[in-house]
């Protein structure tokens, strides 16, 4: 397998990966949510609980604050690994003190000039990182500008934290015009170091205050324009500050020996730039594979000094689960030659390097200002990089799943505190005698109630529905107004189109039948209404003898519904929940009760029991005529025949619900569970302290519970 198979391959694993870390952060951020339900509730129950609680509260509300806080450091955690492996290539990073030839590497690896990479003598000349990738044809460039709010936060924030300036300034405005706060007099050197690049900050702004402002956060530029937002010096040295307001730059060449991989150009480190600092620490967690280490030994005297060390720890720390010396090189910069010749330097710094606590994959040697030295040792980088990366990945993400294992692990064991205090919501003492006395009253009012709705239903159902016999007459009088015969000139047109009047016969008979027929649909309506009055009646009853209205204010089906959603669960209501559903499902309808009367009645509307017989228009008009008056007639009275059908369904329901609900073996049990879960809804006046602590007991079991879940759920490994 060649670097460009072995990188796609890599790549692809990649991508596998970082679809587990969507995974993983779903489900970290499901635990999260129910935390915060556990952490809002234990707030209610700490409120409203005794001092035998409070103990076991503040224990679970701390560990609850604690893994939230953990959580969203494992998130952004876990982002940063997706972003890094949502990237479509490898990076080689360069990093390194100012003058120390990074810059020079990467223009001898790419072909770039200082035109796209500045370079400077010893002065500080990237100000921002710089990414290079391979893309046929000319070099393109691209500017990541900061807006307000990320320069503000990133950059200025930062600042005023580490130096302990206060609060930071809340726009660029106000950073610009106020005087930076004075340091404290604690502060070290190092601080002092970082007050002036703050200062620099604060007395340029103006310079570079229009990049901030604008809707486009990315910016085209051409090559040539490129050291105007990364340099800190142009080419006469004279400062710049454009790169104050960059984030990062992308620079696209034809170098096709790059192929998957990228090269980024860090900003050097010299004396403490926080901003720098933190830019490094971000490029190394998210968008470097293999870091190089650039050095230019000194020809006289030189070792492992503080600077050295300085640097490497704050690559360790950038991604402290990857051991450092898997995917990092230092790259010394070679001079032969005249009095700058540093053989001997070389020699000393990696005779130091070995004997020091700096760990790195290899020491490659190259001067870099010459290709063919750049590109070996470049070489030497990329084929470490395609045989480790993938298992740097693997590494990585098992930390990830370590992590979050780890959090789940610990709610678990809060779970396990939380039932501990479950049941201190609920209420003590002996409220059975109350309940026995109050459901003794209400059960027979309840029956009562039934049993007079059914026998109102029953005398209703010798009786004729009068909604329905209106709309039957008003269907009848509205077909014969609607559905008219034809007038000899359509008939003599038909007969044209057709052929014959046998034919135009038959086609006006088709539409007649679709007439008649679409005119009893309106039908389907009252007997809906007829149903829905079934189910305002019981839900009356209910509400009203049965003392449950305060589950709802609704009076209909919906109410029913309601009702049958809070039955007891299991067998301790089996009987109850087979009457509700059972009346809920109860349905009257057009389709179900009419339409194959009306359609078998209009079966003489069908050409083969009109036959095609007729003779001229008048024969067709006065057949037309005819059928349709006998088929409204026949519909006519077939409906009326069935105008009190839906009071005899409807009491047969009612019926067979009072059977089910009051008289079923073991029914009785049954709406005594019903009623002591419900007591302190039926009766809240009986039962005040009782709702307010099942409430709470509610709150706290559902939380306790989603937290339960939450821990319990797994991820896909990959």
Known sequence: MDREQAIGHILANRRLRAGEMVTLDRSVAGLRDALTELDVACGELAARGGP???????????????????????????????????????TIGAVGRSGQG?????????????????????????????????????????????DEASFLSEVIRPYYTELGLGAPPLTVDAFGRADLPELP??????????????????????????????????????????????????????????????????????????????????????DTNLHDEMMLRDALDGEVDIILFLRRPDPVRDGVFDYDVDLYEVARSALPELPLDRWSFFVLNRFQGGEYDNTRGIEVFTSELKRSQLRVTDVVVADCTVAAEVSAAFETVAGHAVRT??????????????????LRAEAALLVADAREVADLAVPTGDEDPRFNQLYGRLRPQFRRGVERLVRTLRDRAAEDEPRLQR????????????????????????????????????????????AVSARFLEL??????????????????????????????????????????????????????????????????????????????????????IGLGASDANQVSYTLGK????????????????????????????????????????VDDEWRNTYKALRNEVWPDEFAVLAENTALSTMWNAAVRRVSDAAAEQGTVI
Not at 549 to 571: I, K, T, Y
């Open 102 to 146: 990074k810059s020079r590497f990467l223009q001898s690896l790419t072909g770039l000039t200082d035109q796209e990479i500045p370079a400077g003598a010893g002065r500080f000349m990237t100000g921002v990182p710089s990414m290079i990738r391979h893309q046929a044809g000319p070099t393109t460039a691209e500017v990541e500008l900061h």
């Open 524 to 609: 389907d309506r009252v007997l809906r209404e007829v149903v829905a009055a079934l189910h305002e009646d019981i839900a009356t009853v209910l509400a009203g003898d049965g003392g449950l209205g305060g589950l709802g204010p609704e009076r209909d089906r919906d109410f029913l519904v309601l009702v049958a959603g809070r039955l007891p669960r299991g067998d301790s209501a089996r009987q109850l929940r087979l009457a509700f559903q059972f009346l809920v499902d109860f349905r009257l309808n057009y389709r179900g009760m009419i339409q194959h009367r009306v359609r078998r009645v209009l079966e003489k509307l069908m050409p083969d029991e």
């Open 52 to 90: 035998e609680t409070a103990v076991p509260l503040a224990r679970i509300a701390g560990s609850t604050g604690e893994l939230l806080r953990r959580i969203e450091t494992t998130r952004i955690a876990i982002g940063r690994t997706a972003a890094r492996l949502h990237r479509p290539y490898l």
């Open 389 to 406: 990366v993938d298992e740097l990945d693997r590494l990585l993400v098992e930390r990830r799943r370590q992590e979050v294992a780890a």
């Open 471 to 514: 709309e039957i007459v008003t269907a009848v009088r509205t077909a014969k107004a609607t559905v008219t015969v034809p007038d000899s000139e359509q008939i003599e047109t038909k007969r044209d189109d057709l052929g014959s009047y046998g034919a135009a016969l038959s086609q006006f008979a088709d539409e007649m039948r679709a």
């Open 185 to 270: 007099e604690d502060a070290d050197s190092r601080h002092d170091h970082a007050y002036r690049h703050l200062r620099s900050y604060r007395d340029h702004v103006g310079a570079y205050r229009g990049l901030l402002a604008g809707p486009s956060r990315i910016k085209p530029i051409e090559p040539e324009d490129i050291r105007e937002f990364v340099a800190q010096h142009d080419a006469e040295d004279k400062p710049l500050h454009n790169f104050r307001a960059v984030r990062r730059v992308r620079i696209t060449a034809d170098k096709h020996e790059l192929g998957n991989l990228a090269v980024i150009d860090l900003p050097g480190l010299g």
């Open 627 to 666: 059928l349709r008056d006998e088929s409204l007639w026949e519909i006519e009275n077939v409906l009326n025949g069935l105008a009190r059908e839906p009071h005899e369904a409807v009491f047969a329901v009612a019926e067979e619900f009072r059977d089910r609900a009051l008289r079923a073996e073991g």
